[in-house]
């Protein structure tokens, strides 16, 4: 069995115009001080890293990397998630997803969308010249608007829409097996790709893609009311990347999942700080032991209550509490009776 690496913390959340999180140097320091030992990296934050720069140079990745070690804390991955939102959008949200792509595109979608499949190549580029064998993104959406039937689907509508998502994700697939990297989707409301049955929809129409694998956070599947234990247990073979993130469902006479366009305060589904939600963590490790997994835990943070430095201190020493140090001998290795095959069939009367 293998230990996961961690806590490792994604900081997107967290970076912003004032120090320490305005610049590559002081957030890692300010990441290490928190007790992490690893940085997941937002890619489109020109504040933290140069993706054009990181596509077409290994000395400015080396760089990069040594800086972040330098201060005591690793690059586990990159993170394409506003790009890859852009890989496929609906026209409903033309609009409030414009502001994620570069402003010389915005207003067309074509060019967004041709921007963003060049954004996610680069971003799998710069993870082979990192050394980083995993990449976290999102998928983009088209039948999102749909996701209730009412009123009723036309036949053939949601099948189209997955076999264009394949149909744009195929290219950036093959590129990330050329760069020996797995692409893992966060499985997120939002997306095309928002439970298991619709990334096994997926899977099928880019052929069971070797690089299609998942980001797994149990927080997405406590609001969709979705077995995230079972599921580590059915997709064991697909998850490439963990987020280790918080929430709770609290439905009431009034609310349920849908929440009835509340704040998140308001919301019956909410997502918390680790340890303040509902999330059973302590199975959830374990079942990551079990099944090999040898990536990164990664604190997400996001939370409606409390401040988010709070939450980045307590997340780490969260995670160090939970990681299992995985054994390597059995239990009863004292009581073994040193048989032999002969004492074996004698045992068995044969």
């Known amino acids: 069995m293998k230990t996961i690496k961690g806590p490792a913390l994604f900081l997107a959340q967290f970076a912003g115009d004032e120090a320490p999180f305005n610049s590559w140097d002081s957030i890692t320091k300010w990441a290490a001080d928190c007790g992490y030992i690893g940085v997941q990296v937002p890619s489109w934050d020109g504040r933290l890293i140069d993706l054009a720069k990181a596509a077409e140079s290994k000395d400015y990745c080396d760089e990069f990397k040594g800086k972040a070690a330098e201060n005591g804390v690793e690059v586990t991955e990159l993170s394409t998630h506003l790009q890859g939102q852009l890989v ?54 088209l039948a999102w608007p749909y996701i209730y039937p009412w009123p009723q689907r036309p036949a053939g509508l949601v099948e189209t829409a997955f076999d264009e998502l394949a149909r744009r994700w195929k290219p950036i697939l093959d590129h990330a097996e050329d760069c020996g990297v797995n692409v893992c989707y966060e499985i997120h409301p939002g997306e095309d790709l928002h439970d298991g049955v619709t990334y096994e929809m997926f899977l099928e129409r880019v052929g069971n893609h070797a690089r299609a694998m998942m980001l797994y956070d149990p927080s997405h599947y406590v609001l969709q009311c979705l077995d995230y234990l079972d599921n580590i247990d059915i997709y064991k073979d697909r998850i490439g990347m963990f987020h280790v993130k918080d929430a709770e469902f609290n439905p009431t006479g009034r609310q349920g999942v849908y929440s009835g366009y509340q704040s998140w305060v308001d919301r019956a589904g909410r997502f918390r700080s680790l340890g303040d939600g509902q999330c059973d963590f302590g199975a959830i490790f374990s079942k990551m032991a079990a099944i090999d997994f040898d990536g990164w835990a990664v604190v997400e943070w996001e939370c409606c209550l409390k401040h988010p430095e709070d939450g980045a201190r307590e997340g780490a020493q969260f995670v160090k509490d939970h990681i299992i140090r995985v054994t390597e001998k059995a239990f009863d290795d004292f009581a073994d009776g040193g048989t032999d095959e002969e004492g074996n069939k004698k045992m068995l009367g044969i």
Do not use: C
């Open 88 to 141: 496929a959008v609906h026209p409903a949200y033309d609009t409030a997803f414009d502001g994620f792509a570069a402003p010389e595109v915005r207003g067309n979608p074509k060019a967004r969308q041709e921007w963003a499949v060049d954004q996610v190549k680069k971003a799998l580029t710069a993870s082979r010249n990192m050394g980083i064998g995993a990449h976290a993104t999102f998928s983009g959406a």
